[in-house]
């Protein structure tokens, strides 16, 4: 099995450690065909990518593709800011990225106080004391993704469950119809075989993304490729594997990456 591209990478422009052309570079040393540089979403208080420096990003993912030869795509991952699935990049930035990932993360800009107490507030809390949480809470949440799902074009759901929770069955079955991938994200080990396996189940389709935070885990795919063999996982089916995924955002806008 040999990784394509690894679409969940971290710079400077959030919190991460490397720079995008150091990134661009472990991508080349490690024979990857693309590279995306997905940092943080815009409404994050903390390291969230800052609107005014997108042109800084976008000139300096153009120098390393040039310089290494990878391409290199414009990514974000986005915040899920409201109960009805909206997350932190809007349409009007659609022109500025090629790739569009999305995911639920603590402190992000919430915009209705549901996605506050449930993202912010009562899954962290509950996930770090290891409690299961209530059903209704638990429904809200799968509520947040598969509206997300359904009326954004979406390419991957990263680090789908983590520190929150949500019926990870049902999210992965809308994924599949709308043509977004799940992450076997390799960063973080939360899903137990018997989630994989309800989401496998579903026929979505996936890729692997390394969540790299330095240079040196980029394209760090051992664990995806241990659960693969572990649950039966075709490797057809994950789409960064021998192959190049198709983008569900590059078909909406149109364009080829
Ligand atoms: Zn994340
Ligand atoms: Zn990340």
């Not at 800011?81 to 990049?89: A, P, R, V």
């Not at 999305?102 to 290891?130: C, E, Q, T």
């Not at 979505?204 to 760090?220: E, K, L, T």
């Not at 490729?225 to 590059?250: K, Q, S, T, Y």
């Amino acid at each position: 099995m040999i990784l394509y591209g690894d679409y969940h990478t971290h710079t400077v422009y959030s919190h991460g450690s490397g720079t995008v052309e150091e990134n661009a570079t472990a991508a080349m040393e490690k024979g990857l065909k693309q590279i995306g540089i997905s940092d943080h979403g815009f409404s994050h208080p903390f390291y969230g990518l800052k609107k005014k420096k997108l042109p800084f990003l976008r000139e300096d993912c153009a120098r390393a593709e040039d310089k290494t030869g990878v391409r290199v795509l414009v990514g974000i991952e986005s915040n899920f800011i409201k109960s009805d699935g909206s997350c932190d990049l809007t349409e009007d930035y659609y022109d500025k990225f090629d790739i569009f990932l999305a995911g639920a993360h603590v402190f992000a800009g919430y915009k209705d106080f549901s996605s506050f107490w449930n993202m912010g507030v009562l899954f962290p809390l509950a996930s770090s004391f290891r409690r299961e949480i209530n059903g209704k809470a638990k429904a809200k949440m799968t509520e947040v993704y598969i509206n997300a799902v359904r009326r954004l074009p979406i390419d991957v759901i990263t680090h789908l469950d983590f520190r929150v929770f949500a019926n990870v069955k049902e999210v992965a079955a809308c994924c599949r119809e709308y043509g977004t991938y799940i992450e076997i994200n390799t960063k973080k080990a939360h899903m137990t075989d018997e989630q994989w396996k309800e989401v496998a189940d579903t026929g979505v389709n996936f890729v692997i993304g390394s969540d790299a935070h330095s240079p040196d885990r980029v394209a760090d795919a051992h664990s995806a490729f241990d659960l693969m063999d572990r649950l039966g996982i075709e490797p057809e089916r994950v789409h960064n594997v021998n192959r190049l995924p198709d983008f569900r955002f590059a078909k909406y806008k149109g364009v080829k990456l």
